[in-house]
T-cell receptor
Framework: EAQVTQNPRYLITVTGKKLTVTCSQN?????MSWYRQDPGLGLRQIYY???????DKGDVPEGYKVSRKEKRNFPLILESPSPNQTSLYFC??????????????????FGQGTRLTVV | ELKVEQNPLFLSMQEGKNYTIYCNYS?????LYWYRQDPGKSLESLFV?????AVKQEGRLMASLDTKARLSTLHITAAVHDLSATYFC???????????FGAGTRLAVHP
């Protein structure tokens, strides 16, 4: 079954304690991305990756790190979490959006979400 | 900078009625997505619209795209309670590196 898997689903942590949220996809997608969802603000992109070893900042990257050592995995790292990073996080993947110009389906698939609370 | 606006942000509908959600965006894009999100759940893909005049239908939902007006609509026909959810439109950025989301339309269908 095609899917994007995030872990953990729920996490409560304390300020300053490093954490990693994992994301894995089984569709051989080039593109992966992290979003955070906050009430009234919709979804905002944190980081994205166009392919292995290629990552770049999104709109709200401060306080986050990512890596893309393998095509299927795209972990999100919070080195020193703070309360303003309390949010609902989603990982997404798709084929390269450029392929859509040739008529390839570039539907973006989302993980189940990780609800993070930093106290 | 690409901005995406949805309206209304909240919609309370009676079962059996029709209504339309609007999604406007500020700069040219060649792709628009519609998603559904149930409370506490992930985003489910509904439609991907690729070209001007594109129309797609699934059940009681129909989406259309007018790239010249930079407008997409999601039309709901004869609403039923199961359609209650939050609906997001998202527009592909010019750099082909992200989807810019609208704020979402929270739809509540009641008897």
């Amino acid at each position: 079954e095609a899917q994007v898997t995030q872990n953990p689903r729920y996490l409560i942590t304390v300020t300053g304690k490093k954490l990693t949220v994992t994301c894995s996809q089984n569709m051989n997608h080039e593109y992966m991305s992290w979003y955070r969802q906050d009430p009234g603000l919709g979804l905002r992109q944190i980081y994205y990756s166009m392919n292995v070893e290629v990552t770049d900042k999104g709109d709200v990257p401060e306080g986050y790190k990512v890596s893309r050592k393998e095509k299927r995995n795209f972990p999100l790292i919070l080195e020193s979490p703070s309360p303003n990073q309390t949010s609902l996080y989603f990982c997404a993947s798709s084929l390269s959006f450029y392929k859509g110009r040739r008529g390839v389906n570039t539907e973006a698939f989302f993980g189940q979400g990780t609800r993070l609370t930093v106290v | 900078e690409l901005k995406v606006e949805q309206n209304p942000l909240f919609l309370s509908m009676q079962e059996g009625k029709n209504y339309t959600i609007y999604c406007n965006y500020s700069t040219t894009s060649d792709r628009l997505y519609w998603y559904r999100q149930d409370p506490g759940k992930s985003l489910e893909s509904l439609f991907v619209l690729l070209s001007n005049g594109a129309v797609k239908q699934e059940g009681r939902l129909m989406a259309s795209l007018d790239t010249k007006a930079r407008l997409s609509t999601l039309h709901i026909t004869a609403a039923v309670h199961d359609l209650s959810a939050t609906y997001f439109c998202a527009v592909l950025s010019g750099g082909y590196n992200k989807l810019i989301f609208g704020a979402g339309t929270r739809l509540a269908v009641h008897p």
